[in-house]
């Protein structure tokens, strides 16, 4: 799909293409880093946080679980690139929105949904 014409913000080939790229080359492309920080900065603000620095930080452990698991991805089982790092992302999200709030209200994000 021409990148002038994508409705989307990530093209899930485009990404693919960087991963096989990155996977060959064993470090990320720089266009894979980018797509990956659009990608939790967008998933990201559709939780609400009561401040700023705490989205922020909740950012640093997507970006964490990005960097620890990137290599897990298989092509072979799936195409589905987006789908897959878009739950590594809320993952870390997630994890991050546990460690800053659980000791503060006593709740974990998985008891609120």
């Known amino acids: 799909m021409d990148r002038k014409y994508c409705v989307f913000y990530v093209d899930n080939d485009e990404l693919l293409r960087e991963l096989i790229i990155s996977k060959e080359n064993n470090e990320l492309t720089k266009r894979a880093i980018e797509i990956f920080l659009l990608m939790v900065d967008r998933i990201s603000r559709t939780q609400s946080y009561?401040?700023?620095?705490?989205?922020?930080d909740c950012m640093a452990f997507a970006i964490e679980n990005?960097?620890?698991?990137?290599?897990?991805?298989?092509?072979n089982k799936s195409d589905e690139v987006f789908a897959y790092f878009t739950s590594l992302i809320m993952n870390g999200l997630k994890q991050?929105?546990?460690k800053l709030y659980k000791e503060k209200y006593n709740v974990t994000?998985?008891?609120?949904f």
């Open 50 to 56: 009561k401040y700023e620095e705490d989205r922020e």
């Open 96 to 98: 991050g929105w546990n």
């Open 66 to 75: 990005i960097c620890m698991q990137w290599k897990m991805y298989d092509s």
């Open 109 to 112: 994000i998985y008891n609120i």
